[in-house]
């Protein structure tokens, strides 16, 4: 006779999910986006020495030329394509932060709402989450929520705690700013590459060359698009620049090309590196604060009085936890605090 299969109750899938949830953490390289753009942005202030040996052979399609002659690629191609990277990074940064948020409610199912996920709702529940509701925004970090005017008896404590939860109010706003703002970028080169890494032409070796230097870790990021001007709104909440390039087969049919999204133009953001690493250092401080409650609230029971919460600080590396009663609603909730 075959052996019953053994029944999948809510409790059993709950055990189940925690389990591959700590599986997937402990495997996991949470630092990784940070070191990528910490690495671009070395490889950008050091970019002569480091492709040194390589220019030649990526000079590829202008072998033929001198030295002299050819395509100034390091500071031109290369370095757009770098930070083009860099936001694609910091985009997916944000991204895994806002993913979490939204798909780790629920530790049961956390094999089959976080691993796959559509990043079309990704993108719209960032860009409608709540930034400036400070309860809001505790509420989604399940993180409890104090008026910010009522002190507690323990005046360090809710100093810290003040401190924290405007930081992480003020890093959401920055990273759903950023997430925003550099949306299309971060698509149109992930998909396709439809971006123009040398948006301002050929230069040669030489030219501008102290220029350039002096301003190693900003640029320009141009990238192609064909939506009309409404669709592009709806998609990005903003007005979008249109900038386009006119040639004589174009020139007559402009607005019917436009109507029907086959009009090729394209939007230019600048950037800077050191904003680009900022960024993906604060997704890094709220995924790394988002993962340590989530395990901590995981190894609850019914029995325990108190519960670790963890907050963040400034170094983006670290963190802190403040000790609570487990009901928020007990009476002696706001004398009962402790750093740990």
């Given amino acids: 006779m075959d052996q019953q299969r053994p029944q999948l109750t809510d409790e059993s899938r709950k055990k189940a999910g925690i389990s591959q949830m700590k599986v997937f953490y402990q495997n996991q390289y949470l630092f990784w986006r940070v070191a990528v753009v910490k690495s671009i942005r070395k490889i950008l202030k050091t970019s002569d020495s480091?492709?040194?040996?390589?220019?030649?052979e990526l000079c590829f399609d202008q072998?033929?030329?001198?030295?002299?002659?050819?395509?100034?690629?390091?500071?031109?191609?290369?370095?757009?394509?770098?930070?083009?990277?860099?936001?694609?990074?910091?985009?997916?940064?944000i991204e895994d932060l806002f993913s979490l948020l939204k798909n780790a409610k629920d530790p049961a199912f956390f094999a089959k709402d976080v691993i796959t996920y559509k990043v079309g709702t990704i993108s719209s529940f960032i860009r409608e989450f709540e930034t400036y509701d400070l309860q809001t925004v505790l509420d989604a970090f399940d993180l409890?929520?104090?008026?910010l005017d009522e002190p507690w008896e323990n005046a360090e404590v809710f100093e810290r705690y003040r401190k924290s939860v405007l930081m992480i109010q003020a890093y959401?706003?920055?990273?759903?700013?950023?997430?925003?703002?550099?949306?299309?970028?971060?698509?149109?080169?992930?998909?396709?590459?439809?971006?123009?890494?040398?948006?301002?032409?050929?230069?040669?070796?030489?030219?501008?060359?102290?220029?350039?230097k002096a301003h190693w870790g900003d640029g320009a990021l141009m990238t192609f698009d064909n939506y009309e001007?409404?669709?592009?709104?709806?998609?990005?909440?903003?007005?979008?620049?249109?900038?386009?390039?006119?040639?004589?087969?174009t020139q007559p049919y402009l607005s019917q090309l436009h109507d029907e999204n086959n009009l090729l133009h394209f939007s230019m953001h600048a950037v800077d590196i050191d904003e680009v690493v900022k960024i993906t250092e604060e997704a890094f401080t709220l995924l790394n604060v988002l993962w340590a409650n989530l395990l901590n609230k995981n190894e609850y029971t019914e029995a325990d009085v108190f519960r670790e919460v963890a907050f963040p600080v400034e170094d983006y590396r670290r963190y802190y936890t403040i000790v609570f009663p487990m009901k928020k609603d007990d009476d002696a909730m706001e004398n009962n605090h402790n750093i740990k």
Avoid at 144 to 147: A, D, L, S
Avoid at 172 to 197: I, P
């Fill in 144 to 147: 409890p929520y104090f008026p």
């Fill in 50 to 56: 480091f492709y040194e040996d390589l220019e030649d």
């Fill in 172 to 212: 959401v706003k920055d990273l759903a700013t950023f997430h925003q703002k550099y949306y299309l970028d971060y698509c149109q080169y992930k998909h396709g590459m439809a971006v123009s890494l040398c948006p301002f032409g050929n230069n040669k070796k030489g030219e501008f060359q102290e220029e350039k």
């Fill in 229 to 249: 001007i409404s669709k592009r709104m709806n998609k990005t909440n903003n007005l979008p620049q249109l900038c386009l390039y006119v040639t004589e087969s």
């Fill in 63 to 93: 072998s033929q030329l001198s030295p002299e002659e050819r395509t100034d690629i390091v500071h031109n191609q290369i370095k757009n394509g770098w930070l083009f990277e860099a936001v694609a990074q910091a985009e997916q940064s």
